[in-house]
Each structure stands twice: as structure tokens, then as C-alpha cells.
């Protein structure tokens, strides 16, 4: 029997070849002038699946959108894993900022660049050819996968929810990797073992019928701003905690180890300071920037608006002001609790000719936490222990990610994320690049990782661990920084 | 010698025509197609005042608009008075509200339908024809006069303040009246003993650079709507009173006689609920309603925005967040003084991460405030005795109006105001009217007021009244109710 990664060292230049036809596709979900090209991508992994070896191949519709399903169900009695990575990408625009054409990618000093090098086409890619290795050589995978990629992550997947609970028995599995992710740095990995809920509200405070001239009634009638602004500073102390009654009710204190662990990874504050452009940090006292980030829940104001914001002098009383909210929510808050207690806070206040309504939005997440010994966790870290010479970091990120709650509710699977690009590869920017060397990382990573599952998973009871929360990490978004990666996005 | 009296009730259908006359020009100020029509009013204006035998009548030119200037200078000795008034009207739309159409003057049941006819063609004409009366049966005025009427006011008098101080010789004046106001009912007369000052300020809290996505950095960085709201939350106390040091520093205590008097305002709270449209009311503890109005500063928020205003939810922590501020000034406060403390103390608060900046807006205007002896105050007083067999209301108006601040800055003069219509006659609204007998009340009123004020100039001291505070009312704005008003306006 053929080595896997004899056959992954092999064909190495024609897999760099396969990246570049996936990348010549300009699948941009966003444009609905290339629907047709993320058509063109779906059917362009569809046939890689079966180049691979995958049984099962067939492109499925969410909305106007393609998604392509594989599977390889040939282990009885061992774990089904879901590999999910996408195939759209984010338009190019400004283009003329490109040094190449982005659909035409070029090779320069071990990177390939082009829009979707890294986000996710190569990342997406390489679990793809690490099925084929293992395939081609040892006739069968370790466990069973199934493989879901979509083609409109970049829109914020608006028809997965609908998708995954329709096809949730063909979906079935144990546990889902997901390919769209990055590590910490060249040598250092990235274990995310947290990552927060959130749930979001909008506060309106009510005031006269119309807006009214603040001269001939200002000082006798109640301004909803004036209202709004009482009420939005009361939430917080002079601590920096939140004072709605029973916010932190459910709020799982860190251990020690938890707290331990978030303290050794590397935090330059100065650096974090000079690229968001900060004197200063700020937040609840008695924390440190990556535990206000990692373990606590916010209430965050994310915009406010109400009476007359254009320029000029506009002298009016305004008839309304609104604010819209959104709380971070750490385990073990449920988004449906906390936004109950804030409602009922903000609207229980007695406000003389003022009246407050709060409105609970459909966004919310719940929050994760994965423990430590958790099978795939453990398999993932074994793994990036091997390929880079030592532990990872276990990071907490302060951001959500809808479709780890969509998987585990659906599902009643958690995800690993576990990706090989790394932070600086300009995902959603211009001149986007992934680093071959990370690609032909991912390929063996994704081997060692599904052969590592099988060894974690058979030395467990042969029962599924239910009600053990898995670790996901945060969706490269150009504008979604961790604080745990060492390099900014462009 | 005739009695002027006489003159005017000879002649009263003959005005009723020249009022038709003049409500049939659509000087439209504020529609570039209709200053033609503008002109064609100053025209009509000019034309006017030599018949009724001024002299040194003249259209003068305010940037694109027209000004008509006309003096009689004949008394010798005696104070020059300056009658203020504006020929331009309001748009008319919705023009399919109309009973008739806005520019064919319909008479019924005593009223005069037509754009302008209150505000303000009708009460402008009416001291011309008082005038004419004067000097058609007298040969002479009791007092010099000048008229200055303007065609620019509904667009905010935008050229006054340079138009002004240019012709300050020519306007040189002991006091002014503004034909542009209205009295309490048809039964009640109303003096308006004070008016509020303004101030503007625009608050900007600065935080991180660019906003930042509240997942990855929320709760370690400050937001600056938080800290904009806990700012401005900050500004007011329990008591409804303003917490800036040195707000109230320069405010006059109302003296027992002020507060009776507006005490003995009419005022039924529920009405005026109800027209605002709130269940409370709400102010600083310790004054009344019209206290609060009238003789109080206030600080207002007008506007605020900060972050994502659209709908849905967009999860960040803003850069910057704005508010647009105005306090409400009464005497003895200067609207540099009372910006110059509120940019002091807002600028000093500290705050980690987030910077705070007051711009100082060139909108301001100082109070006003007559002593109830001034004798332009006394004879406005008693002619109003005279003509409504009662004392009339003392009002003080909550609002503020930039030309009273010119007059008196440019022309050391203060103003009365001294208008005859009611406030339920549809100013800037379908269907204005003017009723004919306050039309007719009017040009007997200004012709008494002109006897009082020589009376009254003759028994002080003949030298200028310096430093004597005259009284002045809040222009016709349909948008602009006072609570003095026994009626909205529609």
C-alpha cells in the first residue's frame, strides 16, 4: 500500500494547477451577473469530488445558489465527519488596486494570487485532495465524510438555514470540520476553543406625535433622545459591568486553566492600540483585553440615530430616537434569555412622557465553548502538534458565527475549524494570496486529522459524545481581526 | 381737520381691494420661478407706500431679493420709529387643499382667503393704511417713521444681516415694530415680555479609527455612543436642572410680578398634551410649564447619530458618534458665554480611548427682555387696553428670532411686535386667511400706537432710552405654536 503522502508529494504541481482553474472562476456571489460563474465553480468541484474518489457527488440548490454534497459512507461503526468550506468569493472591486488580474492567478515567491487564493478555494481545496490521497492509496478513509461546500458564504448564506434543516438526514454526522479558517502564524498554530452568541434588539423611545420647535416647547416637554441617552448610560457601571438585573445569571466563570491559557498567548498592546487607532483601552475592570474579548458578554450600542442629523441647525424637539444593540453572549447565556431580561429592563423603566419599546431581532447565536478533552479537539491539537513542533494556542474569539449554531442545532453536531491560510492573505482585499506552503500543509493536515479522529473516537466509549461543545474560530472576514492573530488583514 | 378715523372707515372697501390687489402676486420667495413675482410685490409695495405719502420711497436690493425702504421724517425732535414687515409668502403646496386657489382672494363670512393674508400681506398693509390716514386728514405723523419691508423672510432672511449693517445710517432708529405677529384671540390681546436666546454646538466623540466589528473587539474597546450617551446623560440631573458649571450663572430670578403674570395666563394642560401627543409632561422641578418655557435656559439635544442607523443589524462598535445641541438662553446669559461652558465641560471629561470635541455653530441669539415700564412697552400697552377693554396677557416666548438680534446689534433698536391676525389663520397651510375686522383693527391700532409712542417719548427725559429691554413676539410659523396661543395653528 501507497503512502498518502508519497501521492500527495507526487502530484503536488498538477494539484497547483487544479487551484488554478478553481481561481479562474470568478464565482462572486454577491454580483447576480455571475450567478452563472458560481454555477461553473459548483460543477467544477463536483467533478474534483469525483476525481477524488467520492461516491455520491451531486449539486444541490439553496435559493438561486449551488451547493455541492459528497460523501464517503465505506466505515461502518467508525464517525461520520461533514467538511464544509465554500466556493463563492468576494468581489474584486478595487480592481485597478490588483498587481494581477484576480481571476488570473500568478505564482510569485511561493504565493499564488488571486481573489479566493485563501478565502476559501485553496483552503476549501486541500481537504478535497487529502480525501483523494488517502483514497488513491488506501482504497478507504479512516471514518465516514461527508463534504458540503456552498456558494454563498460571501452573502452571508441567507438560504442555509433553510437548506441544512431540509436535507438534515442526508447531513447527518458526528462532528463537522470546517476548511474556512486560518492559523496564528508560519510556526504557530491556532486552536480556537471558544467563541461567543449574540443577540440583538432594537430600543425605540417614543416621544411627542411630531417633532417639535424646540424654542416655543423646549424645557416642558420630554426629548426621547434625552430619554434614550439616561436610559442607554445606565446600562453600564462606572466598572464597566452591565446593570441589567440577571445579565450575568448564567455567565460560566473561566477556571483557572482557561484563564491561564488565554494569558499565554501573545498580546502586544501597543500594536493593538496603534492599528485601531486608540489612546487607550477600556471595559470591565478586573479583566484583561483578551478575557473582556474571550469570556464576557457585552451590550454593545451599534448605532443610534433620532431627530435632525444633517448639517446645519435644525432647533427641534425630536418625536423619536432609536438605538440599535447587540449583546455577546459567553456559555452559558442563552440569546433568548438575555434579550428578555434587556427588554424587560429597558421597558420597565418609568419615564414621564416618554414610552421605550424594545424589539428582539431574529439574529442571535448561541455561544460555544469546547472542553479541552473533547475527541476532536484533542485530535486536532494532536495534529498541530506534529506539524508545528508545539502546542497551539488556545484562543477565545469575541465574534459569532451563525452556521455553527445552524449545524449544531439542525445537525446536533459542533465544528472545528481548521483552516491553513494565515491572517495577512488579504481575504476580501486586494491582491489576496494564500501561501503554497500552507496549501500543501492543509492537504496533510486534513490526512492526519481524520486519522487522528478515528484513533480519539475509538478509545472513547463507542457512544457519541453528546452535550460536549466543540471549538470553532472566526470566518476570515477583512474586517473581523482577532486579537489573537499576530498579523492584521489588509 | 378730518379725523383719520374717519379717513379709515370711509375708506375700507376701497382696501379691501388693494389687499386683493396685493394677495394676487404669488411672491413666492422660496421658488427661484416666482422671483419675478417678488419683484412685482416690491413693486406693488413701493407703489403703495407714495400713495399713502411717504416719501424717499426705494426698492433696494438684498442679494437676489428686493427691499422696500420709505421714510417720513417730518417731526422734529420726536423719536423715529422703523415699521418691519415681509411681502414674500409661503410655497403653497398642497396646492389640492385649497378651497380656492391660493392666489384669487375669496372673501366669506368675514375672512379673507388667500396665501399671505395673514402672514403677512394683510398685517403689513395695515400700518401703511394707518399711515395714509395720518397723513391724508392730518398733513403730518405723530412720530418720524421708516418702513422697511422685506421679501425674503420665509426663506430665513438669508442677505438681512449684510443688507443691515450696510444701510445702518439709512435705518438709524430709537426702536422698531414688527407687523409680523399676532394677538391671543379676538377678544384677548397678547404682549410678549420676553423671548429666549439660542446657542448651537455640535458634540463629536471620537473613538478607534474605523469602526471595528463588535465581536472581535467588543468589550475591550470604548464605544464612543456609549460614551456620547453617558456624556449628555450626564448633563441634566434628578431635578430636571442642567449639571454644566456655570450654566446658570448670568440667569435673572423672575421677579414675583413676572411669575403672576404668567400665572395668569390661560393654559389647559390636557389640551396642550393632547395636541403634542404625550401623557406627561416633564421639566425641570420647581417651575411650571410656562416657567419652563419661558424664563428657563435649556440644554436640547435636536439630533444624534452614531454607528449603523438602517435596518437589520450590523455588529460594530462605531468610530464616532455626533450630537446636535441648542440651549434656549433667557436674560441675563450671552449665547458665547453659555458655548463657551458647555464646550469647556464636555471637552474635559476623560475618557479612556474616546476623544471629545464641541464645534461652537455661528447660530446664537441673545435673549430679550422688556421692563414693563418701557414706554414703547406702555404704549403698545395701552393701545391694546383701549381696543380690547382689557389688560392683555404678558407672554414670554420660548423661541427666538435672529432679527431682534440684528436690529438691536446693527441698529442699537429694539423691536415690538405688533401683528393683528390670530393664530388658527393657516400660516404656511392650505387655506390662510386673514379676518377683515383684524385687518381693519390693525390700521387703527398702528395709528394709536404712533400717538402713544409720542406720548409716552414726551414725558420721559428727551434723550434715548438706552439700555432699556423692548418686548418682542415669535413670527407666524404654522410649525411654531406658542402655549400662549388659545388655538393651533393648523
Redesign the interface.
Known sequence: MADWRDYLEERQASFVEDLKDFLRIPSISADPAHLPDVDRAAAWVAARLQAAGLADVEVLRAGRYPMVYGDWLGAPGQPTVLIYGHFDVQPVDPVEAWTDPPFSPTIRDGRIYARGASDDKGNMLAPILALEALLKTHGRLPVNVKVLFEGQEEILSPDLPDFVALHRTRLACDMAISADGWQWSATEADLRVGL?G?C?LEVVAQ????D????????????P??A???L???I?DASGRVTIPGFYDDVRAPSDDERRRLAAIPFDEARYRRA?????????VGFT??E??GI???F???????????P???????SS????V?C?LVPDQAPETVALAVKRHLESQRL????ITVNI?P?AASPYLIPMDHPANRAARDVLVTLYGREPYYTR????IPILDLFRRELDAYTVIYGFGLPDENFHAPDEFLRLDNFRRGQEAYALLLEQIRLRWNRLIPSKPVNLLVDFC?RA?S?????GSREENA
Chains 1, 2 share one sequence.
Not at 454593545?300 to 433620532?306: D, K, R
Open positions: 461567543r449574540i440583538a416621544g411627542p406625535a411630531t417639535l420647535h424646540a424654542g416655543l416647547y423646549g424645557g416642558a416637554v420630554a426629548n433622545v434625552h434614550l441617552v439616561a442607554l448610560a445606565s453600564h485601531i487607532g486608540v489612546s487607550a483601552l477600556a471595559g470591565e483585553t483578551r473582556r474579548i464576557r458578554p457585552t454593545e450600542i451599534n448605532g443610534i440615530t433620532g431627530g435632525y442629523t444633517g446645519g441647525v435644525k432647533t427641534i424637539i425630536p430616537a432609536r438605538a440599535a447587540t455577546r414621564n412622557g416618554i414610552e431581532l439574529n474569539s469575541g465574534g459569532s472566526s472576514f474586517s473581523e481581526v482577532d486579537i
